[in-house]
């Protein structure tokens, strides 16, 4: 009996794997082997491999990285729940690790198979958007191009995928998602929890680090009335949020500037934020950061840090995301546990006023980003090409998997600099200082009710 190029696959897999196979799978001939539909599990997805180079790019870069090569070049695809087909098949990578640990039999066995596919030869290029970074690891001008290679890619694609607001980090969810409740009431009340949290009034002074497509800045020139300053190293992020501040009819009092945080030098801030940013940083250098934030605050001023971490469950084996996120999506990027950075936070003086676990939020706000990338296939690949279309499907599904399975999370840690006798200048309950008392006063007008969204 002739054995099919799918029952050969399905079985070197089950292998390594030391189980059976968790999906469908389809070989470029069109033979199919592995799971089965069973009323517990009707429809499993089916992982197509479309041409043998996925097999010899998996023998080359055994794991994550060989996975995810095969995926966005194409030689490999999903047909079903891409996110369930992900989480199934990404565990026979160990994702994190970068790499299959296989022993000298499984070896033979996986370049035997190779062979007898007619799949051997020398390695596949890389696809074209895999990072290439050159020069010192978080030097400010490889700092810029890790920046560019994932926010750069185009406005119009980012305003296509997120809210109206262009608020691309973890919103905050106060209800239900329902026909009047979306991910933009979602994004709109995380920005002015974070206004509520840093005690902004009319005529302070804000800096927003890492300011992205300035939703946070425009929210708080609005409707809280401070003077805004906004940093990016993304290019096409700064003239966006220019223009947008100029239609808003704010330019007198929001300023953006392309500008890495370590060239900031002016008079300390009333408040300042930092959202999503400090992933970006580096272990390296996040002592330096945390002490140029603490610089840029007055005493008694607060910094409202939102940032994502690893490590919460086990060991934090992959600060960078795994090998796809640092080939593909955030070269450079470092995320630790919570408390290694509340630790450089307080050595740089800040005093670490709340803790807020936001990491089911980002499902709820992944999810939305998701279901319009696959519903419109068309126009996203219009806009950033199908290898780019390819990684953002990875991307989001795999984001998505590691919040909703905890092995991500995402914080806002609110601290404030003590002034020089040791005082915090807080309001004495906790209720005052997130800024939910009345006692303490209301929002400023224009602003969402506080009661609305606690």
């Not at 007619?118 to 074209?128: F, L, N």
């Not at 084996?317 to 090998?323: C, Q």
Request: charged fraction near 20%; charge should be neutral; aromatic fraction near 6%.
């Amino acid at each position: 009996m002739t054995t099919t190029p799918a029952e050969r696959l399905t079985s070197l897999l089950e292998d390594v794997l030391g189980a059976p196979l968790p999906v469908r799978l389809r070989a470029w001939d069109g033979s199919e082997a592995g799971r089965t539909g069973t009323p517990a599990d009707p429809n499993p997805p089916t992982v197509i491999v479309n041409r043998r180079r996925a097999l010899r790019r998996l023998l080359w870069a055994p794991g994550e990285l060989g996975l995810a090569r095969a995926f966005v070049s194409g030689d490999l695809s999903v047909d079903g729940d891409v996110a369930d087909g992900l989480s199934r098949f990404w565990a026979l990578a160990k994702p994190g690790t970068g790499s299959a640990t296989l022993d000298l039999r499984q070896k033979l066995g996986a370049l035997g198979t190779a062979a007898r596919l007619g799949a051997v030869g020398t390695p596949p290029r890389p696809p074209a958007s895999e990072a290439r970074l050159g020069g010192r690891r978080h030097s400010r001008r490889r700092d810029r191009d890790a920046i560019s290679h994932h926010y750069d890619l185009s406005n119009e694609f980012y305003a296509f995928l997120l809210d109206p607001q262009m608020a691309y980090s973890c919103g905050y969810w106060t209800r239900d998602e329902g026909p009047d409740y979306t991910l933009v009431d979602a994004q709109r009340d995380k920005l002015d929890l974070i206004c509520r949290k840093l005690g902004l009034a009319p005529g302070m002074r804000l800096l927003d680090v890492g300011c992205g497509w300035a939703s946070l800045l425009v929210h708080a020139a609005e409707h809280y009335g401070v003077h805004a300053t906004g940093v990016t190293l993304s290019a096409q992020q700064r003239d966006y949020g220019v223009e947008r501040v100029r239609r808003a009819g704010l330019s007198e009092r929001v300023e953006i500037r392309l500008q890495d945080y370590r060239e900031i030098s002016e008079q300390p801030f009333d408040a300042v934020s930092s959202i999503e940013m400090g992933e970006h940083v580096g272990q390296e250098n996040y002592g330096v950061y945390a002490a140029q934030l603490h610089r840029m605050l007055r005493p008694h001023g607060r910094l409202l840090l939102q940032q994502m971490s690893r490590g919460s469950v086990g060991a934090n084996t992959a600060p960078g995301g795994g090998a796809f996120m640092e080939a593909y999506v955030a070269p450079d990027m470092y995320m630790r546990p919570l408390g290694e950075t509340l630790g450089f936070l307080e050595q740089a003086g800040h005093e670490i006023v709340d803790v807020h676990s936001l990491r089911e939020h980002y499902v709820w706000t992944v999810r939305p980003w998701l279901e319009t990338l696959q519903a419109h296939r068309d126009t996203a690949v219009r806009m950033i090409g199908e290898e780019q279309w390819r990684i953002w499907l990875l991307y989001l599904a795999g984001a998505a998997l590691a919040f909703e399975e905890n092995r991500m999370g995402v914080h806002q840690i609110l601290t404030v600099r003590p002034g020089a006798d040791g005082a915090s200048g807080l309001p004495r309950s906790r209720t005052g200082i997130l800024g939910l008392d009345p006692a303490v006063g209301s929002a400023p007008a224009g602003a969402p009710s506080p009661a609305a969204t606690a």
